[in-house]
């Protein structure tokens, strides 16, 4: 029995590597870019890797933190063109919001239209928020400069049938966080749920997806404070996310 069950196992790993197709519960390859200015990456890594784990959702992670935890950094990362290779999904959590370079930012832009799926959360939005060049801000399916005070704000589903906000619950409110303005929807872009401002009323996305290039992404612009990296909700559904961007690879 034992001699059967390790040649069925060299069997599937050898038709994997002949084919390119991965078993259905095979881990998802994750690659997490985070750091920079104005929150605690490592908790929020830290929640991440277990809301996953929660969700039954395998994971392999590869954390990137460089940069230090200033508003401008070009990270080494970026200088290698095959940065992404191997990865199902880039989960991008980091916030230099004054690096500008054109160049640079196309680095990083360039493999994600070219089919690596992503999921950017919160500073995201306003990482490369300097830069004249809208390459980042399409990738990302919205366009953001500022955000308004903490509070918990209500979030209505408005794409109620889409896998990654299923089941989420009717009077659900953010843990006490940030709302992103959002100025631009770009045109690939499917809203999932929106927020109300509390100063104008205006309506504002807050989860999302994008088809970018090749690419799938899943984006939230919640994602400041700690108690929002607490909130199971939440946790759920960035988890939910994670998994749907990388079944576009998978597949």
């Given amino acids: 029995m034992k001699l059967l069950k390790?040649?069925?196992v060299a069997l599937a790993a050898l038709l994997t590597s002949a084919t390119g197709v991965q078993a259905e519960d095979a881990p998802i390859k994750i690659l997490l870019v985070?750091?920079?200015c104005c929150h605690d990456y490592d908790f929020q890594t830290k929640a991440m890797q277990?809301?996953?784990k929660d969700q039954g959702i395998a994971a392999e992670w590869k954390?990137?933190?460089e940069g230090g935890k200033g508003t401008t950094a070009e990270i080494p990362l970026y200088e290698n063109p095959e940065w992404a290779y191997g990865y199902d999904v880039v989960v991008h959590n980091e916030c230099f919001a004054n690096t500008s370079d054109p160049a640079y930012?196309?680095?990083i832009t360039g493999p994600h239209k070219a089919?690596?799926?992503a999921v950017v959360i919160h500073c995201a939005m306003h990482t490369y928020r300097s830069a004249d060049v809208d390459d980042w801000r399409e990738f990302l399916g919205v366009t953001s400069k500022h955000h308004e005070h903490q509070?918990?704000?209500p979030v209505k589903v408005v794409a109620k049938d889409h896998p990654i906000m299923e089941g989420f619950p009717k009077d659900y409110k953010s843990a006490k966080d940030e709302l992103y303005i959002i100025e631009k929807v770009w045109p690939n872009t499917e809203i999932l749920a929106t927020s109300?401002?509390?100063k104008n009323q205006s309506l504002n996305p807050v989860f999302w997806t994008n088809r970018y290039g090749k690419a799938r992404v899943f984006g939230t612009t919640y994602g400041h404070s700690v108690a929002t990296f607490e909130d199971a909700v939440f946790l759920k559904t960035l988890a939910r996310g994670i998994k749907w961007a990388a079944e576009n690879k998978k597949k």
Avoid: D, M, P
Wanted: no cysteine; charged share 20%.
């Fill in 6 to 8: 390790t040649t069925f």
């Fill in 50 to 52: 277990k809301a996953l």
């Fill in 151 to 153: 509070s918990e704000y």
């Fill in 196 to 198: 109300i401002s509390e």
């Fill in 115 to 117: 089919g690596v799926n």
């Fill in 34 to 36: 985070t750091g920079g």
């Fill in 63 to 65: 954390v990137v933190n």
């Fill in 105 to 107: 930012i196309r680095k």
